[in-house]
C-alpha cells in the first residue's frame, strides 16, 4: 500500500518509493527541468542554499532526508546523528515549493542488499584513509539518489570538498546523464564553516572551533603574498590550531584540486583541506586558492 505524507509546510513529503516513481514520472512527462538536493537533514543555510540555487535554476527541486547508515563506520556517530524532520521542513516550506523524499533504511538497503560503488583514486586519500568505508557508502547511496530522482541537475556544498570530488568522478566514470554543482562554503558570522555537527559543540569548543577557518584564512594569506612551500604552510596552520590544546589534527593537506595528490610545491591552484577533532566532534573545512 502506497503511503504518503503528504503536504506538509509546503512540501510535498513522501516515503513510498512507488508515490516517488510516480512523482518523478509526472515531472518527467510534463517535460520538468528537476534539481536534486541530497541532504541527512539537520538542515542549515548551508543546506537551504543549495536549495535556493536549485529553485532558481530548475522547474521542480526534491530534497532527500536520509541518514545513511553505510557512510558511517561502528565507532562513529550513526545512532546520534540530529534527527530533525519537523525543523527540516518548515525550514524548505519557506523557501518554496518543494519535494522532500524521506525513504526509510529498508527502502533504500532492502534485505540482503549488496551491491556498493567503489571509486578509486580521490577516495582513497584523506576522508579515505581516515575513513576507509565511508565513500563507498556515500557513492553507493548518492547514485541510488541519481537513480531513483531522474534528476538533471544535483547540489552539492564545497564544505565535502572530497566528497563532491568522489561524486564528479562516479558521474565521469559511469556516463551519468546529470550536471554536478558544486557551490560555496556557507559560514557563520565568525568564519565558521556551518555542519550539522556543529550542533554537537559545546560553547566553549564553539569558540575553539575558529581555529580551523582561521588556520586556512592564514594559508590562503600566505599563498597569495608568494609562499610556494606546502610545509610551511602547514606549519603555520599548526600553529594556530595549537593554540586550542584539545584540537587534534587528523589530517592538514595542500593538494591539487582535482586530483587531491599532495603537493610539495604551490606551483599552481590549491585546495588545502583539514579535519581536526574539538573536544569529540570532527570538524572539516577548506579553502580552494586559485
Do not use: W
Amino acid at each position: 500500500m502506497v503511503r504518503v505524507m503528504n503536504i506538509i509546510h509546503n512540501c510535498r513529503v513522501i516515503d513510498s518509493l512507488e508515490e516517488f516513481r510516480q512523482q518523478i514520472s509526472e515531472l518527467k512527462q510534463q517535460k520538468k527541468t528537476i534539481g536534486l538536493v541530497p541532504t541527512m537533514g539537520a538542515l542549515h543555510k548551508g543546506h537551504l542554499s543549495l536549495v535556493q540555487k536549485s529553485l532558481a535554476r530548475c522547474d521542480a527541486t526534491i530534497v532527500t532526508i536520509f541518514v545513511n547508515p553505510t557512510q558511517f563506520a561502528p565507532t562513529e556517530d550513526f545512532a546520534k546523528y540530529p534527527r530533525t524532520l519537523e525543523h527540516d521542513l518548515k525550514l524548505l516550506g519557506d523557501l518554496g515549493p518543494v519535494i522532500v523524499f524521506v525513504p526509510s533504511t529498508e527502502v533504500m538497503y532492502p534485505e540482503e542488499f549488496d551491491t556498493f560503488v567503489e571509486v578509486g583514486g580521490v577516495a582513497r586519500r584523506l576522508e579515505g584513509e581516515s575513513r576507509p568505508t565511508h565513500f563507498r557508502g556515500v557513492a553507493t547511496v548518492v547514485l541510488k539518489l541519481f537513480m531513483m530522482s531522474g534528476a538533471d541537475v544535483a547540489y552539492f556544498g564545497q564544505k565535502d570538498f572530497q566528497q563532491t570530488r568522489v561524486i564528479q568522478k562516479m558521474v565521469a566514470d559511469l556516463n551519468l546523464p546529470i550536471e554536478i554543482h558544486v557551490c560555496p562554503i556557507i559560514r557563520e558570522s565568525d568564519g565558521l564553516a556551518m555542519s550539522s555537527r556543529n550542533r554537537y559543540l559545546s560553547s566553549d569548543e564553539r569558540k575553539q572551533a575558529l581555529v580551523l577557518s582561521q588556520s586556512l584564512a592564514k594559508a590562503e594569506e600566505l599563498i597569495r603574498q608568494g609562499e610556494k612551500n606546502a610545509k610551511t604552510v602547514r606549519e603555520a596552520m599548526k600553529n594556530i590550531l595549537f593554540t586550542v590544546p584539545s584540537a587534534k589534527i587528523d589530517y592538514i593537506a595542500v593538494v591539487d584540486p582535482e586530483t587531491l595528490e599532495e603537493l610539495s610545491e604551490i606551483d599552481r591552484a590549491v585546495a588545502i583541506l583539514l579535519a581536526v577533532t574539538i573536544g569529540t566532534t570532527r570538524l572539516i573545512d577548506n579553502v580552494i586558492v586559485p
